[in-house]
Nanobody, 125 residues
Framework: QAQLVESGGGLVQPGGSLRLSCAAS????????MNWVRQRPGEGPEWVSD????????GYADSVKGRFTISRDNAENTVYLQMNSLKPEDTALYYC??????????????????WGPGTQVTVSS
């Protein structure tokens, strides 16, 4: 059974940092583009970042560029999102998701092949 599980979310003050992890099981992550997508209550998903199967071409939404860094460790079947200089508007449920090709324009998580249950990030003073 293919599965993705996110971890590392929590409550942090504005300007703080968090490192999210996403662990895959049941499939080889090294063959997939990996994405981070976030969603606020009552809103559609917002694509945040992606990285190619071998770590090539990391990409970021303009809203997080310069603050977030995506990385992956295919030997450990894990992808990461380092989030620095966090802002209240970063508050959301963060999902990791796998796609066969780059997939940034999404209206639903089910457009991805695999996705996890999400981890909550709350930025508040």
């Amino acid at each position: 059974q293919a599965q993705l599980v996110e971890s590392g979310g929590g409550l942090v003050q504005p300007g703080g940092s968090l490192r999210l992890s996403c662990a895959a099981s049941g499939f080889a992550m090294k063959f997939w583009h990996m994405n981070w997508v976030r969603q606020r209550p009552g809103e559609g998903p917002e694509w945040v970042s992606d990285i190619g199967p071998g770590g090539e071409s990391p990409g970021y939404a303009d809203s997080v560029k310069g603050r977030f860094t995506i990385s992956r460790d295919n030997a450990e079947n894990t992808v990461y999102l380092q989030m620095n200089s966090l802002k209240p508007e970063d508050t959301a449920l963060y999902y990791c998701a796998a796609s066969a090709v780059p997939l940034m324009r999404v209206t639903s998580l089910n457009q991805y092949t695999y996705w996890g249950p999400g981890t909550q990030v709350t930025v508040s003073s």
